[in-house]
């Protein structure tokens, strides 16, 4: 698609803006806007933005990183193949941006940039990893005081999907109509949650419509009246909202996870891929489950995985191999990290996820013995001795340990890793200092 071909479907739909979208170090997502007038050049150019943003945290407060202040810009240059229609904004299109040097080059902060180059990095293997997100989200409203659940039902029950159908008619319609593959949907333990998920699809198209899904969740409600929260921890009393990523990898129309010959149909690759996460864990929390509230769900017995390890459907495992699907073993093979929520920016999560299996591959590493029962069930002594360890309970644990994991911090380039770490670190800082509805409010609105 050309910046012509975007600016005449721009017209055909009576467009007045087109949004440029770029998730941050914070991993909120962010945009500035084009009108019509001008639109076509700008979809050639970019548009300039302050390097200072990349500095910013999710709370605005900009962070002392070097380069990165009130002097110098970079231009958010938009994958024009990833125009959009908005459903719920009206007169509104959107676009996913690379931040692109005034040289031309990919700036090193860039982390749609990241993820690519780890999928270059992976295809110098002949592969390519294929994901999808579930998200689990929170629906409520405002009471003028607090944000009250819209429903108070039963997991997976059609009472608790009830108050929500007309929104999730809505959803369901939107993603439609944007091309994202909706595969389920359903209400989940909270009050109030739901959750989607949707096709697998290459690692970097795989991101971009998480962005995109992010923003429908949020702007169907706000079009309905309804607050959509994401954030990993909405309500202390209430469960969490995960955002797994599935994944395995593929040689064109061949997944190279699967391995009809072993009991498992996993394949060494897939062995070695896993155990490469497996190894990366804790760092990798660092990237996937990265703010202050990611830290109240990562907890043991909570379904959401607090200790390194893997199983077959064991959903106490960060790292779990779904059981395949009859007649479609092969399409179906792929492991789930559950250590994983929307807080995160999807490029550095998926990019991170790439570099951890990679190492895995290029040691050929093996995984340990998977873990079939709760982890948190086995004896401490006996956990030490298989290295079934604790995830980092805290944001502080889990930046220490990718700050000191050589492998992702290569991965990342010191520019974005020092970026990240200056931003994450900061919202740490912030909110330890503070009680328990400043985390809430710094969170509901904002993921």
């Not at 190279?256 to 490469?276: K, M, N, T, V, Y």
């Not at 920016?345 to 990679?358: E, H, S």
């Amino acid at each position: 698609m050309t910046a012509r071909d975007v600016a005449v479907r721009a017209d055909e739909a009576d467009l007045r803006l087109v949004r440029f979208l770029w998730c941050g170090n914070d991993g909120t997502v962010r945009a500035k806007a084009s009108a019509r007038h001008g639109l076509e050049g700008r979809l050639e150019t970019g548009i300039g933005l302050t390097v200072a943003m990349q500095a910013m945290n999710s709370l605005d407060q900009l962070q002392p990183v070097e380069g990165m202040g009130p002097v110098g810009e970079v231009r958010l240059v938009p994958d024009l193949d990833t125009f959009r229609i908005l459903p719920y904004a009206p007169n509104t299109g959107a676009v996913l941006t690379d931040h692109i040097a005034l040289d031309g080059d990919p700036a090193p902060v860039c982390q749609r940039s990241f993820l690519k180059r780890m999928e270059s990095m992976l295809a110098k293997r002949g592969l390519v990893l294929r994901a999808s997100f579930e998200n689990e989200f929170s629906l409520a409203t405002w009471d003028g005081v607090e944000y009250v659940p819209v429903d108070s039902g039963l997991c997976f029950s059609t009472i608790s999907m009830t108050p929500s159908q007309d929104y999730v008619d809505a959803l369901v319609a939107a993603l439609d109509a944007q091309e994202i593959v909706l595969e389920q949907y359903y209400a989940e333990l909270g009050h109030g949650q739901q959750e989607i998920s949707t096709g697998h699809a290459p690692a970097l198209q795989a991101a971009d419509e998480q962005l995109l899904v992010r923003e429908t969740i949020r702007g169907v409600a706000a079009q309905q009246g309804l607050v959509a929260s994401l954030a990993p921890k909405p309500w202390p009393e209430n469960a969490g909202n995960g955002g797994h990523v599935h994944f395995s990898l593929w040689d064109g129309t061949r997944n190279r996870f699967h391995d009809s010959a072993a009991p498992d149909s996993l394949s060494a690759e897939a062995r070695s891929f896993i155990a490469g996460v497996l190894a990366h864990l804790p760092g990798l929390c660092g990237l996937a489950a990265p703010s202050f509230n990611s830290y109240h769900r990562i907890v043991p017995q909570y379904w959401a995985g607090a200790f390194v390890c893997w199983g077959h459907d064991n959903r106490e495992a960060p790292v779990r191999v779904a059981s395949v699907f009859r007649g479609l073993e092969e399409a179906s093979t792929n492991a789930e990290l559950k250590a994983c929520d929307a807080s995160c920016n999807p490029y550095l999560a998926v990019g991170g996820l790439i570099a951890a299996g990679l190492d895995g591959l290029a040691r050929e590493l093996e995984p340990p013995e998977p873990v079939e029962v709760d982890p948190a069930t086995i004896p401490d002594d006996e956990r030490a001795r298989r290295g079934i360890v604790r995830l980092p309970a805290t944001q502080a644990e889990a930046l220490d340990a990718l700050e000191g994991d050589p492998v992702l911090m290569a991965a990342l380039g010191p520019t974005l890793a020092e970026s990240y770490l200056a931003v994450r670190r900061s919202e740490w800082t912030a909110y330890a200092a503070a009680d328990e509805p400043f985390e809430q409010r710094g969170h509901f609105l904002k993921y």
